[in-house]
């Protein structure tokens, strides 16, 4: 159950980031993570500490509630 809404948070952020235009390289730069952690979190393959999550939506300038979207 838990991988299921990893999975469903990681597309939904992964929507909004393609909507604004950014890459994963662009989007882990602005959080200060690696590209592949972010590939990762879209994926639903790394659990996601509040803080990256509150990080992630801040540089992509939504509420993170957007990622709960299901």
Known sequence: ?????????GFNIKKVREQKGLSQERLAELVGKSRNYIGMIERGESNIPTGTLIDISTALNVHPKTFFNF
């Not at 838990?2 to 999975?7: A, T």
């Open 1 to 9: 159950m838990k991988n299921e809404y990893l999975k469903k948070i």
